[in-house]
């Protein structure tokens, strides 16, 4: 989709068009400018608009946003809004809390706006007119459900509100919200096209795998154990109807500018090079790579969370060393955090070998990122990220380089988990998913591999859990996770730590005192400043004043 991403910014576009109305009878259109009379005369308008809804979608900092809300990385530069989340001290009045709400709903109403106005356009093939409305109930579906992910009970409307109904629109309960989500994805897989029909300048869009992909997400999140392992069997087992799908050859190739679209990809973020770029890495990346500091760091947590070769833990492994802790670990570990020792390819093309541990390092640029201090410009855990590392980038890490919302693997998890929770894990469906994506990843030894019949069920829940912790991180979706397996007090509670780096490398790092209120944590705060607009939407969420 990069060669049609557009922009047109209508900020306005609502306050023209209500001028336009509150005019006699009488008023002539102007030609010069766009008013309600004959903004719809034009179907590039609309497509405007479509992609305008696109754009509201999702974002790369989302994505980092929601990642940083969880227990893989830590924000070390300032009091952020999703540190202050993390530490139990936000309250309604946190920028995030408003940030996340407004734009949601600016999405919706551009949504609306669309929906409400495409039949007036003239001469348009049904069957795409067809296709761009389900594009765009797909997004406003998407936006709700991210509303009511964080907020639980949220304002709910289909069609755009005016000023004064804002002011008084109630709270909807987050069942009918998820209830009318899976109602419009069923209703318009009909009218998408498969990936498998999609020409190269369409890449990107919305697909009926996209939608039967968000279906199966949104009954994850509720546990709908029987559903999750309908709508993934589709795309698992039905690939003439629902597209054609797989585990991508290379995992760390994935996150790549040069294999964007490959048959993993379900459905992502499409950013243009020199046109729509984001830059997270430039505070994230080693600094001999260029990085200016580092402000958003893996933690050790993650690290240790990584499989051995062999497929045991670092605690079951009696080879594991935690002094060399970095040897004969699970591939996708180097492939998504730098680590010391690790490698990094510059810009240039040049491969690198990264010194982190204190006294290591022996050029002025070797020793740029080497551990300094929780407070200095270098990571404060002891690592940095390399997953959705774009070595096509400006030299201040401005990437064109596409976000992925949906993939392949994150289906196999998700029909996995489900079977497993319904009772009906067994060799097959390991080596359909669990195997699949580990041979993939790069494991090759039977210990690793094979079906492991000696586990307990709540080992085996455990070794789930933590495979999508290992192939999907850093991409947005562990916080979520953790919210709807209700472990919170687990993940998000205590001490969050660093590499073993610490007093002179004999101790690990230790930052914040993260604290997890179970009463509270699961849901956000309505944004104060919504409800000093509208009294009816208290009362707040527990744990929150009103």
Same mark, same amino acid.
């Given at each position: 989709?990069?060669?049609?991403?557009?922009?047109?910014? @209508?900020?306005?576009?609502?306050?023209?068009?209500?001028?336009? $109305? %509150?005019? =006699?009878?009488?008023?002539?259109?102007?030609?010069? #400018?766009?008013?309600?009379?004959?903004?719809?005369?034009?179907?590039?308008?609309?497509?405007?608009?479509?992609?305008?809804?696109?754009?509201?979608?999702?974002?790369?900092?989302?994505?980092?946003?929601?990642?940083?809300?969880?227990?893989?990385?830590?924000?070390?530069?300032?009091?952020?809004?999703?540190?202050?989340?993390?530490?139990?001290?936000?309250?309604?009045?946190?920028?995030?809390?408003?940030?996340? +709400?407004?734009?949601?709903?600016?999405?919706?109403?551009?949504?609306?706006?669309?929906?409400?106005?495409?039949?007036?356009?003239?001469?348009?093939?049904?069957? @795409?007119?067809?296709?761009?409305?389900?594009?765009?109930?797909?997004?406003?579906?998407?936006?709700?459900? #991210?509303?009511?992910?964080?907020?639980?009970?949220?304002?709910?409307? $289909?069609? !755009?509100?005016?000023?004064?109904?804002?002011? $008084?629109?109630?709270?909807?309960?987050?069942?009918?919200?998820?209830?009318?989500?899976?109602?419009?994805?069923?209703?318009?897989?009909?009218?998408?096209?498969?990936?498998?029909?999609?020409?190269?300048?369409?890449?990107?869009?919305?697909?009926?795998?996209?939608?039967?992909?968000?279906?199966?997400?949104?009954?994850?999140?509720?546990?709908? +154990?029987?559903? /999750?392992?309908?709508?993934?069997?589709?795309?698992?087992?039905?690939?003439?109807?629902?597209?054609?799908?797989?585990?991508?050859? =290379?995992?760390?190739?994935?996150?790549?500018?040069?294999? *964007?679209?490959?048959?993993?990809?379900?459905?992502?973020?499409?950013? /243009?090079?020199?046109?729509?770029?984001?830059?997270?890495?430039?505070?994230?990346?080693?600094?001999?790579?260029?990085?200016?500091?580092?402000?958003?760091?893996?933690?050790?947590?993650?690290?240790?969370?990584?499989?051995?070769?062999?497929?045991?833990?670092?605690?079951?492994?009696?080879?594991?060393?935690?002094?060399?802790?970095?040897?004969?670990?699970?591939?996708?570990?180097?492939?998504?955090?730098?680590?010391?020792?690790?490698?990094? $390819?510059?810009?240039?093309?040049?491969?690198? &070998?990264?010194?982190?541990?204190?006294?290591?390092?022996?050029?002025?640029?070797?020793?740029?990122? /080497?551990?300094?201090?929780?407070?200095?410009?270098?990571?404060?855990?002891?690592?940095?990220?390399?997953?959705?590392?774009?070595?096509?980038? &400006?030299?201040?890490?401005?990437?064109?380089?596409?976000?992925?919302?949906?993939?392949?693997?994150?289906? @196999?998890?998700?029909?996995?988990?489900?079977?497993? *929770?319904?009772?009906?894990?067994?060799?097959?469906?390991?080596?359909?998913?669990? #195997?699949?994506?580990?041979?993939?990843?790069?494991?090759?030894?039977?210990?690793?591999?094979?079906?492991?019949?000696?586990?307990?069920?709540?080992?085996?829940?455990?070794?789930?859990?933590?495979?999508? #912790? %290992?192939?999907?991180? @850093?991409?947005?979706?562990?916080?979520? !996770?953790?919210?709807?397996?209700?472990?919170?007090?687990?993940?998000?509670?205590?001490?969050?730590?660093?590499?073993?780096?610490?007093?002179?490398?004999? %101790?690990?790092?230790?930052?914040?005192?993260?604290?997890?209120?179970?009463?509270?944590?699961?849901? +956000?705060?309505?944004?104060?400043? *919504?409800?000093?607009?509208?009294?009816?939407?208290?009362?707040?969420?527990?744990?929150?004043?009103?």
């Amino acid at each position: 989709m990069k060669k049609i991403v557009k922009y047109i910014y @209508l900020v306005g576009l609502s306050v023209v068009f209500s001028m336009a $109305t %509150s005019c =006699n009878k009488m008023y002539t259109p102007p030609t010069d #400018r766009y008013t309600e009379a004959n903004f719809w005369e034009s179907f590039d308008n609309a497509e405007q608009m479509v992609n305008m809804a696109y754009n509201q979608m999702y974002s790369a900092d989302k994505m980092w946003n929601d990642e940083a809300l969880s227990d893989n990385v830590f924000e070390g530069r300032s009091n952020t809004d999703q540190r202050s989340i993390r530490n139990g001290t936000a309250d309604p009045s946190l920028g995030l809390f408003a940030s996340e +709400w407004e734009t949601a709903y600016g999405g919706i109403k551009t949504c609306n706006v669309f929906l409400a106005n495409i039949d007036q356009v003239p001469n348009v093939d049904p069957s @795409l007119k067809a296709q761009r409305i389900a594009e765009v109930r797909f997004v406003r579906a998407f936006l709700y459900f #991210r509303l009511a992910n964080y907020y639980g009970a949220v304002p709910f409307f $289909t069609q !755009d509100i005016t000023l004064e109904e804002a002011k $008084t629109i109630s709270r909807t309960p987050k069942a009918t919200v998820l209830e009318f989500i899976h109602s419009e994805l069923d209703a318009i897989i009909d009218a998408l096209p498969s990936r498998d029909g999609l020409v190269a300048d369409d890449n990107g869009r919305i697909t009926k795998g996209a939608a039967v992909a968000f279906q199966a997400r949104a009954y994850l999140y509720e546990s709908n +154990w029987q559903k /999750v392992v309908d709508y993934t069997g589709r795309l698992i087992n039905d690939q003439a109807t629902y597209g054609s799908y797989g585990l991508y050859l =290379n995992y760390a190739d994935l996150f790549t500018a040069a294999h *964007e679209y490959n048959e993993e990809v379900i459905l992502d973020y499409a950013y /243009v090079p020199s046109l729509k770029m984001w830059g997270k890495l430039y505070d994230a990346a080693p600094l001999s790579a260029g990085a200016r500091l580092n402000a958003y760091a893996p933690v050790q947590e993650l690290v240790d969370s990584y499989l051995m070769l062999n497929g045991k833990t670092i605690d079951e492994d009696p080879d594991y060393n935690e002094d060399n802790p970095y040897v004969n670990r699970d591939p996708r570990m180097a492939a998504t955090i730098v680590f010391h020792g690790g490698k990094w $390819t510059h810009f240039d093309g040049h491969e690198a &070998t990264i010194y982190i541990k204190p006294g290591t390092g022996g050029t002025d640029t070797e020793k740029a990122d /080497v551990y300094a201090g929780a407070s200095s410009n270098q990571t404060s855990t002891g690592y940095y990220i390399k997953k959705y590392y774009d070595i096509t980038a &400006t030299l201040t890490f401005d990437a064109g380089l596409n976000i992925i919302m949906f993939r392949y693997a994150d289906v @196999l998890l998700m029909y996995a988990e489900a079977k497993f *929770e319904l009772g009906e894990m067994d060799a097959s469906v390991w080596s359909q998913t669990i #195997r699949a994506i580990r041979e993939r990843a790069g494991f090759k030894t039977d210990a690793a591999l094979e079906y492991p019949t000696s586990l307990s069920t709540e080992a085996m829940r455990e070794t789930i859990r933590n495979e999508r #912790r %290992s192939e999907l991180a @850093l991409e947005g979706l562990r916080y979520y !996770d953790i919210v709807r397996w209700k472990a919170g007090t687990q993940y998000l509670n205590g001490y969050v730590h660093g590499a073993k780096f610490a007093n002179s490398n004999s %101790s690990y790092i230790q930052l914040d005192n993260r604290r997890f209120d179970e009463s509270r944590d699961y849901l +956000w705060s309505v944004p104060r400043a *919504e409800l000093d607009k509208n009294g009816n939407l208290a009362p707040n969420n527990p744990g929150y004043a009103n």
